[in-house]
């Protein structure tokens, strides 16, 4: 297949890498339904009007906006070759301090978004007997650190899913991957995509300390370079056999192996006791 008989789904376009990726994929003639909150201000962004390109405003969160968002894209181009679950943004907060509100409204859009939209698009790939998934992780899908909880367990969540659906669709021709980024620099901690929790706690010295440091000093200092990760999203598509887990920055390789190496030790310092609990031991 030529690149202009294959169709890019991508959701979160408005900024960062999902525009990015965006613009690089209808430089390189593929066809490019995107979705947002706001299509005026994408057709802005991505300034030009070509037939390769389906702007869609959607709502991911309503499983009829997000049918539509797809009848949309194959009533245009036919067929669904590339997912791309790229909508989601960043609450920052302890666990006491996220309201149940703010809880909720994070995991409607990193996951049950994600949700909706993969399960619309699944019946069509499965039809085609083809198809590759690529699921907007992060390295802190891996692990956790202090007032990051509630945005992490999102990406937990992501993480969770793609592993059970690589097995689930494997059988279907379809491929899955985890994007799995440290941090990238765009306008991510610095623009609507991060929240922070409405009602701080300020004995919570640690986390106010943290969000101060992610506003005002890691802002255009991250390692990631968005045009690299975007290319690398194209390029994975193209492997034979892609993996699960790709991890982008050399911050994502040691946060992850920092994980890696901290699970084992805790592991096998209690080997004795994990298996002190079977039947006759």
């Not at 300034?47 to 405003?57: A, C, K, R, T």
């Not at 996220?98 to 809880?103: G, N, P, R």
């Not at 909720?104 to 949700?115: I, P, S």
């Not at 941090?183 to 300020?202: D, G, H, K, Q, W």
Request: overall charge negative; charged content about 20%; proline content about 4%.
């Amino acid at each position: 297949m030529k690149n202009q008989d294959k169709t890019w789904f991508i959701t979160g376009t408005s900024q960062g890498i999902g525009l990015i990726l965006v613009k690089q994929l209808l430089a390189q003639g593929y066809n490019v339904a995107a979705t947002v909150r706001n299509v005026k201000s994408l057709k802005k962004a991505v300034g030009i009007s070509s037939p390769n390109f389906l702007p869609l405003e959607v709502d991911l969160v309503n499983e009829s906006s997000v049918k539509q968002a797809v009848k949309d894209t194959l009533a245009q181009f036919e067929s669904i070759e590339y997912l791309v679950n790229n909508a989601g943004y960043g609450l920052i907060g302890g666990i006491e301090e996220s309201s149940d509100a703010e809880v909720r409204a994070n995991f409607d859009v990193n996951v049950f978004g994600l949700l909706n939209v993969t399960r619309a698009i699944l019946p069509h790939m499965r039809a085609a007997k083809y198809g590759h998934i690529i699921n907007l992780s992060s390295v802190f899908g891996l692990l956790a650190g202090a007032g990051w909880g509630i945005y992490c367990s999102t990406k937990f969540a992501v993480e969770a899913i793609s592993e059970a659906l690589v097995q689930e669709v494997k059988p279907f021709g379809i491929k899955v991957t985890l994007i799995e980024p440290g941090y990238v620099r765009t306008n991510f901690l610095n623009s609507s995509s991060l929240i922070t929790s409405s009602e701080p706690i300020e004995a919570y010295t640690g986390i106010r300390d943290a969000v101060r440091s992610h506003q005002e000093d890691l802002p255009g200092k991250q390692l990631g370079d968005p045009e690299k990760v975007a290319a690398l999203i194209v390029e994975v598509t193209k492997w034979p056999e892609p993996p699960l887990h790709l991890l982008t920055g050399s911050d994502a390789y040691q946060f992850a192996n920092y994980k890696i190496d901290s699970l084992k030790n805790e592991i096998e310092a209690n080997k004795d006791f994990t298996f002190s609990t079977d039947f006759g031991a």
